[in-house]
């Protein structure tokens, strides 16, 4: 099974972002760059799937050459083959044309390699911008079939098995290849490199993509715009009761929320 999974380098969403003071622009200063959350879980069920039936899983994302150490990050943990897509006419690119790119770049490596991916796999969204649309949009300019938000995917004859979890419980959906599938958190968390991958993913090199291989693209913004950015304000610090009596405390947690009219 030939496997394509599309990340996203984005900053560590575990450091709070803060806004450089009296602008819009993000400060990402000291802020280190890692592989989108969702798309590591991607990757993670993907590599399980060719572990399970066979193939090769090939990573491919957008960016500048700092991107590559996300490239090589995958390659650490499982994937076989990584690709970086760059070139000065992708900056500014907006969602739909970075699924355009996405598609152009899917469809040149399947012409060089000659096997078509049966599956491409994506994230649910980006941590740094959660708009979640790229694989629905790529999977519309493939003109295949798409399943979002999977926690589990297996092999079947007519194609593929997902599982995707509801509030009611789960949905089994079957879907012929090729397709796109975004992946929500599964039930297992992605594997760790050893130290023996990290040093044979170092020494991998990471082709280059430009828009002079993949043809002509329009990445033109759509529509699609930032009208402003802002902090979320600033939560109010709790207050503690603690009477002598659990009962008094009770009294006087009603008391207060009436006070407040939320009662």
């Known amino acids: 099974m030939e496997i394509l999974v599309c990340v996203k380098q984005v900053p560590d969403d575990s450091v709070a972002v803060h806004l450089k003071q009296g602008t819009q622009k993000v400060n990402l200063e000291g802020i280190t760059a890692v592989v989108n959350a969702f798309d590591t879980y991607a990757l993670e069920m993907a590599v399980r799937l060719k572990e399970a039936v066979g193939g090769t899983v090939t990573v491919v994302t957008i960016g500048g050459e700092e991107t590559k150490s996300a490239v090589k990050d995958c390659l650490a943990v499982g994937a076989d083959q ?4 760059s070139d000065p006419s992708f900056a500014g690119a907006d969602m739909l044309g970075k699924s355009r790119i996405l598609a152009a770049a899917a469809k040149y490596l399947e012409k060089v390699s000659g096997k078509p991916f049966d599956i491409i796999f994506c994230g649910r969204e980006a941590t740094d911008h959660a708009n979640g649309q790229v694989g629905c949009q790529l999977a519309e300019t493939l003109g295949v079939g798409i399943v979002t938000d999977l926690v589990d995917i297996e092999k079947t004859k007519a194609g593929v098995c997902c599982r995707k979890q509801t509030e009611e419980g789960y949905l089994r959906i079957e879907s012929p290849c090729p397709c796109v599938v975004t992946v929500s958190k599964p039930a297992y968390d992605p594997r760790y490199p050893t130290i023996k991958s990290k040093l044979a993913a170092r020494r991998m090199s990471i ?15 759509h529509g699609f715009c930032t009208v402003k950015v802002f902090e979320p304000p600033k939560r109010k610090a ?8 659990s009962s008094d405390s009770a009294q006087k947690a009603i008391k207060m929320m009436v006070d407040a009219k939320l009662l």
Do not use: A, S
């Open 238 to 245: 709790g207050v503690k009761i603690q009477e002598e009596d």
């Open 82 to 85: 990584g690709f970086l897509v």
């Open 207 to 221: 082709p280059v993509l430009t828009l002079e291989q993949l043809g002509n693209i329009p990445v033109q913004r």
